[in-house]
Protein backbone atom coordinates (compact mmCIF):
# COMPACT_ATOMS: atom_id res chain seq x y z
CA UNK A 1 0.00 0.00 0.00
CA UNK A 2 2.76 2.44 1.17
CA UNK A 3 4.67 1.79 -2.06
CA UNK A 4 1.31 2.66 -4.15
CA UNK A 5 1.12 6.09 -2.24
CA UNK A 6 4.93 6.73 -2.93
CA UNK A 7 4.26 6.11 -6.58
CA UNK A 8 1.21 7.73 -6.69
CA UNK A 9 2.52 10.87 -5.58
CA UNK A 10 5.85 10.38 -7.88
CA UNK A 11 3.65 10.03 -10.98
CA UNK A 12 1.93 13.10 -9.32
CA UNK A 13 4.49 15.65 -8.92
CA UNK A 14 5.23 14.27 -12.86
CA UNK A 15 2.28 15.95 -13.96
CA UNK A 16 2.76 19.11 -11.98
CA UNK A 17 6.25 19.34 -13.77
CA UNK A 18 4.64 18.79 -16.89
CA UNK A 19 1.77 20.87 -16.90
CA UNK A 20 3.81 23.94 -15.61
CA UNK A 21 6.68 23.45 -18.26
CA UNK A 22 4.25 23.43 -21.12
CA UNK A 23 2.13 26.62 -19.88
CA UNK A 24 5.02 28.09 -18.74
CA UNK A 25 6.17 28.05 -22.34
CA UNK A 26 2.63 29.09 -23.94
CA UNK A 27 2.54 32.02 -21.45
CA UNK A 28 1.32 34.10 -24.40
CA UNK A 29 -1.59 31.86 -24.93
CA UNK A 30 -3.41 33.08 -21.45
CA UNK A 31 -2.42 37.19 -22.18
CA UNK A 32 -3.96 36.62 -26.17
CA UNK A 33 -7.61 36.29 -24.69
CA UNK A 34 -9.58 38.95 -25.83
CA UNK A 35 -13.13 40.54 -25.59
CA UNK A 36 -13.77 40.66 -28.76
CA UNK A 37 -12.94 36.48 -29.59
CA UNK A 38 -13.21 33.13 -27.31
CA UNK A 39 -10.62 31.89 -29.00
CA UNK A 40 -8.70 29.92 -26.27
CA UNK A 41 -10.58 31.32 -23.86
CA UNK A 42 -12.47 28.08 -22.34
CA UNK A 43 -9.10 26.20 -22.78
CA UNK A 44 -7.03 28.70 -20.88
CA UNK A 45 -8.99 28.54 -18.18
CA UNK A 46 -9.06 25.10 -17.61
CA UNK A 47 -5.00 24.56 -17.89
CA UNK A 48 -5.08 27.18 -15.02
CA UNK A 49 -7.79 25.65 -12.89
CA UNK A 50 -5.64 22.28 -14.09
CA UNK A 51 -2.29 24.25 -12.26
CA UNK A 52 -4.08 25.55 -9.74
CA UNK A 53 -5.06 21.83 -8.41
CA UNK A 54 -1.58 21.38 -8.22
CA UNK A 55 -0.78 24.46 -6.56
CA UNK A 56 -3.32 24.10 -3.60
CA UNK A 57 -2.74 19.90 -3.05
CA UNK A 58 -2.48 19.60 0.68
CA UNK A 59 1.18 19.07 2.69
CA UNK A 60 2.48 16.10 2.96
CA UNK A 61 6.56 16.66 3.60
CA UNK A 62 8.78 16.60 0.84
CA UNK A 63 5.99 15.80 -1.85
CA UNK A 64 2.94 17.41 -1.97
CA UNK A 65 4.78 20.86 -0.64
CA UNK A 66 7.09 20.03 -3.53
CA UNK A 67 4.24 19.93 -6.14
CA UNK A 68 2.78 23.36 -4.83
CA UNK A 69 6.70 24.59 -4.99
CA UNK A 70 6.48 23.57 -8.96
CA UNK A 71 3.80 25.80 -9.79
CA UNK A 72 5.09 29.23 -7.82
CA UNK A 73 7.61 30.59 -10.72
CA UNK A 74 4.57 30.10 -13.38
CA UNK A 75 2.51 32.07 -10.55
CA UNK A 76 5.09 34.63 -10.55
CA UNK A 77 5.33 35.03 -14.16
CA UNK A 78 1.39 35.12 -14.51
CA UNK A 79 0.81 37.40 -12.45
CA UNK A 80 4.22 39.61 -13.72
CA UNK A 81 2.66 39.26 -17.76
CA UNK A 82 -0.59 40.60 -16.24
CA UNK A 83 0.86 43.57 -14.69
CA UNK A 84 2.91 44.25 -18.26
CA UNK A 85 -0.20 44.20 -19.88
CA UNK A 86 -1.83 47.40 -21.42
CA UNK A 87 -4.39 49.27 -18.68
CA UNK A 88 -7.44 48.20 -20.84
CA UNK A 89 -6.34 44.49 -21.62
CA UNK A 90 -4.99 44.37 -17.74
CA UNK A 91 -8.81 45.29 -16.48
CA UNK A 92 -9.96 42.90 -19.17
CA UNK A 93 -7.52 39.91 -18.10
CA UNK A 94 -8.20 40.55 -14.15
CA UNK A 95 -11.69 40.25 -14.25
CA UNK A 96 -11.75 37.31 -16.92
CA UNK A 97 -9.16 35.21 -14.69
CA UNK A 98 -10.16 36.98 -11.60
CA UNK A 99 -11.35 33.78 -9.64
CA UNK A 100 -8.07 32.21 -10.41
CA UNK A 101 -5.93 35.49 -8.66
CA UNK A 102 -8.18 35.61 -5.90
CA UNK A 103 -7.55 31.45 -5.37
CA UNK A 104 -4.00 32.42 -5.43
CA UNK A 105 -3.91 35.09 -2.95
CA UNK A 106 -6.30 32.61 -0.05
Same mark, same amino acid.
Given at each position: ???????????????? +???????????????????????????????????????????? +????????????????????????????? +??????? +??????????
Amino acid at each position: QLLNTERDMDVCCSLC +YLATDIMDNNMSLFMNISEESAVNSEESMDALQLLLSFTVLPGN +YPVDEKCSDITLPFWENFMDRLASEESNH +YEFLIDF +YGGIVTSLIE
